[in-house]
C-alpha cells in the first residue's frame, strides 16, 4: 500500500545515507579545543548576506579572511537571538565598532561609557528615528534591529553565524512559526535550506532576503544527537552581539521579540566581525 504524506508532514533524513556527520563527537572536539586552548578567541565561522540583491552568501571559513560564495546553506538551525547596533554614521568600510549594542536585544551597552540602556525605550530604537541612505529622516530606526542564527553544517565542529537584517526578520519570524506550528518540530530537530532572493524596498533599492525551507526531519540517531548538542553549546557559547550590517539595506519594517536568555557578552566587534569567544 503506498502511503501518502500528510501537508505538513516532513520526510524522515536517514543519517546513514548522508555523506558526513552531522555532529561531532564530544572526543573529536575536545580534542581540537586542546589544540586551540592557547587563542585568547576562537572565531565562529561566518555567513554574509550580500547588499543590492545578490543571489549568494558570502561564507567565511573559521581562521579565514576571504570568502566562498555559496547559493545554499543547509544545516540544522540549533540556536538565534536578538541583537541590536546603533551606528551614528553610514557605514564607510572602515572597521568602526558600533556606538551601542546589545547582545540580547533587550539590553544596549553605550559604548564610550558603560551606560547601559534598555533598549524598547531608547529614542534610537523607535520607528522615524532612522535615516535614508541618503541621510534624509526615514520611517525606519535609527538602531538596526537584527538576529544572529547558529547553523551546525554536516561535517562542521561549531556552528556558522547567519547574521540577519532588519529586512531578513520578518522572513525567519514566519518559518519559525511554520516550523513550530505547522509541522510541530523544534527548529533543531530538522534540516534548514536557505537561500535569496532579489526584493525591493517601498524607496526603489534592491536588496537580498532569504528564504527558508524545511529540507527534513532528522532521524532518531541525529535528533538526539543534535539535542544534547545544543544544551551544551548554549550553555557554553558566548553569543555575537555586533553584526555584519550592509548599510545599503533598506530601512527596517518588521521587529521580533527575542528568545529565552541566553548567557552572552558584548564584544567590541565591528560591523563585519561576527565572532566571539568560546569559553
Partial sequence: MIRIMAKNELAVIDSAKAEAVLVPSSDEISSLMEELSDLDRIPYGRIKIPSGGGKSFQVFNPGEDDSDDEKVIEGVIIMSHNTNGYWPDAYDGTKNPPVCQSGDGETGIWAATGEVRTCKDCPYNQFGSGTDNK????????????????????????????????????????????????????????????????????????????????????????????????????????????????????????????DADVPFDVPSAAPDETFAPIE
Avoid at 204 to 223: H, I, M, N, Q
Wanted: net charge positive; proline share 6%; hydrophobic share 45%.
Fill in 135 to 258: 541621510g534624509n529622516p526615514s520611517q525606519g530606526k535609527a538602531c538596526k534591529n537584527m538576529r544572529q542564527v547558529y547553523i551546525l553544517r554536516r561535517g562542521d565542529i561549531f556552528p556558522m553565524v547567519l547574521t540577519l537584517p532588519p529586512t531578513a526578520l520578518g522572513a525567519f519570524a514566519g518559518y519559525r512559526v511554520k516550523v513550530t506550528m505547522s509541522l510541530r518540530k523544534k527548529m533543531n530537530a530538522i534540516m534548514t535550506r536557505i537561500t535569496l532572493k532579489t526584493a525591493q524596498s517601498a524607496t526603489g533599492v534592491a536588496y537580498s532576503t532569504p528564504v527558508f525551507e524545511a529540507v527534513g526531519a532528522l532521524d532518531k540517531t541525529d535528533a538526539a544527537a543534535v539535542a544534547a548538542y545544543t544544551a551544551e553549546f548554549i550553555k557554553s557559547a558566548v553569543r555575537v552581539s555586533a553584526a555584519d550590517v550592509q548599510p545599503e539595506q533598506p530601512a527596517q519594517e518588521f521587529v521580533e521579540v527575542s
